[in-house]
């Protein structure tokens, strides 16, 4: 389950739009693909490193609505 704070049943925040595009991904990509489950997957997030999971998180993936070159 995703939990993002201010938020209700739909995203407006773009930052929460990128994060929640991103997971989806690596969710269908593991359970559709067999690739390897993320360990936000396997392991979950405590509430309180949650901020510093997803400040990491931004720093390690490419932006994945970037324009074609």
Do not use: C
Not at 25 to 30: N, P, R, T, V, W
């Amino acid at each position: 389950m995703l939990q993002y704070k201010g938020e209700n049943h739909g995203l407006r925040v773009p930052a929460n739009m990128k994060d929640y595009t991103i997971r989806m991904k690596e969710f269908l990509d593991h359970h559709l693909m067999g690739k390897p489950a993320p360990k936000w997957l396997t392991d979950g997030v405590p509430l309180l490193k949650l901020k510093d999971h997803l400040e990491e998180r931004s720093k390690d993936k490419p932006d994945p609505v970037a324009p074609l070159k």
